[in-house]
């Protein structure tokens, strides 16, 4: 496969516009830029990223196939869903072009330097209950990490009325634990089958609920409610008003409806090389040939088969393509014909995932904490030591506010010091997704009108088929879901073409 690897930079000022971002601006910046990464960084040493842009070299001329198309199918799109389905229809027999728009491979994961070792700069966690990704982990033989610190912490501390409170993990946990069972109470009646959510059609009791109506319905203790706001708004990453009850309510069913495996999930197992060697696996399992630095503008069906249009003005024909980009980024493509109504107006709409993700070193060796706060303090909601030692802690935090300062050090230590007031904050790193035009978010949490419509946004259009993990139906939003409709859509596309 031919690649073009370099890393790409994002920065945010308080008074940019994200409308004013454009596609082919953030290419150029990123290929421009000499620090990659480091110049987004703040504090440490964060390595030199600039040696991997030195094999840049310009997109290779694209094959003719026969059949009077140059490839049999195009992927659009370098992540977990991207690589797994041009694997799936390259190892078919078909001629594959996977086209990156980004600089680099993984989509919104993001395996990055931060000071001595690597760090997850998006997706992160998997889990055996996640049936596609632990495939694939088995299929590799790739190594995993455990890191329990983040699931048995030592002190917990939580913002109410703008002041840090110190729980009593003995007695609070258990409150919060039946808190999140209660309000998951009627997951296995609503989804028997998680993997095929509209079995039964128990769904539409609960289409129209928020994630927030949910939690008004249960009776509980202030801080008990404040805490439970704080633990489903990060999930959806987005405040709890806006995020749809039945997608949380999803993840709960098909983590078998108990809070040890959701917790086990969400925040303890991750690929000990990082989530860009489970995509090399995939794709040096191939024989697809991929480019980077390669967005699409336009995607024309003539009847015969498909022109790809690119930013800079090459194009590229295909049988069949295969759309594995952000739901959010659907409506910056032009398609002829037009894609449905529905379509576009979810992707207009978007998902409601949009919030931050950042890493901080400590000077200080502060223990294994947990820091948590409601959805009304944007900067963050959900903290937790990922290590910590005599040379430091580093924490991974997560908040609601997408435009949050993830890379200003002081900006960083005066949002931890409301938790930990003399706490010294040595490096802070993180990417704003929400300013990234090839992502324009992060992970996906559909509205509440907008769960009904999956079965329509995963349907294909022609020759133009849907493979985002923003569509999945088992693990929307997660690599699992990536691969999930990756593997699936490589799979009927390659019946489609071999016969």
């Not at 992540?79 to 390259?90: F, L, Q, V």
């Not at 089958?193 to 059609?201: C, E, I, K, V």
């Amino acid at each position: 496969m031919t690649t073009k690897k370099s890393e790409p930079e994002i920065t945010h000022e308080e008074d940019v516009d994200e409308k004013d971002v454009s596609r082919r601006g953030f290419i150029t910046a990123a290929a421009l830029s000499t620090a990659g990464l480091v110049a987004a960084c703040s504090g440490g040493d964060q390595g030199d990223a600039s040696a991997e842009n030195a094999d840049n070299e310009p997109a290779p001329a694209v094959p003719a196939t026969g059949g009077g198309s140059d490839f049999d199918v195009v992927v659009i799109g370098g992540g977990m869903a991207g690589a797994s389905a041009a694997r799936e229809t390259s190892k078919a027999g078909l001629t594959t072009l996977l086209l990156e728009a980004r600089n680099r491979l993984g989509g919104r994961t993001y395996y990055a330097p931060f000071g001595d070792h690597n760090i997850e700069l998006g997706a992160n966690y998997l889990y055996w209950l996640q049936p596609h990704i632990w495939a694939e982990v088995t299929r590799y033989n790739l190594p995993i990490d455990d890191t329990p610190a983040a699931v048995n912490p030592d002190r917990w501390i939580y913002l109410k009325d703008g002041k840090a409170v110190e729980a009593d993990i003995a007695t609070f946990w258990p409150k919060v634990d039946k808190a999140m069972t209660d309000y998951c109470a009627m997951s296995r009646e609503v989804f028997p089958r998680p993997y095929d959510t509209f079995h039964t059609d128990e769904w539409k009791k609960y289409q129209d609920l928020t994630i927030q109506d949910r939690i008004d319905q249960l009776d509980l203790e202030d801080d008990v409610r404040l805490n439970l706001n704080a633990i489903w708004s990060i999930m959806s990453h987005a405040p709890c008003k806006e995020g749809g009850f039945l997608e949380m309510l999803r993840w709960w069913a098909n983590l078998g409806s108990n809070s040890i495996d959701f917790n086990n999930a969400v925040s303890r197992y991750r690929l000990s090389n990082g989530t860009i060697s489970l995509i090399n696996a995939m794709l040096d399992d191939s024989d697809a040939e991929v480019r980077l630095s390669s967005p699409v503008s336009r995607i024309a069906q003539n009847g015969t088969g498909v022109q790809i249009t690119l930013e800079d003005g090459q194009t590229v024909t295909a049988k069949k393509v295969i759309v594995t980009s952000p739901l959010n980024t659907w409506v910056d493509v032009e398609f002829e014909p037009a894609l449905s109504e529905v379509k576009l107006t979810t992707s207009r709409e978007r998902h409601v995932g949009a919030g931050n993700k950042l890493h901080a070193k400590t000077k200080q060796d502060i223990g294994n904490v947990f820091l948590t706060a409601d959805d009304g303090f944007g900067p963050m909601q959900y903290g937790y030591t990922e290590t910590t030692g005599p040379g430091g802690t580093t924490l991974l935090s997560y908040g609601l506010d997408g435009a949050f300062d993830v890379n200003n050090l002081d900006v960083v230590q005066n949002m931890l010091r409301q938790f930990l007031p003399d706490v010294e904050v040595e490096s802070t790193y993180g990417y704003q997704w929400l300013y990234d035009p090839f992502s324009k978010g992060t992970w996906s949490t559909l509205r509440p009108h907008q769960f009904k419509l999956v079965p329509e946004l995963q349907r294909a259009e022609g020759d133009v088929h849907f493979a985002s993990a923003d569509i999945a139906t088992m693990w929307r939003g997660w690599m699992d879901g990536g691969i999930e409709m990756g593997v699936s859509t490589g799979q009927v596309v390659a019946r489609a073409l071999v016969s």
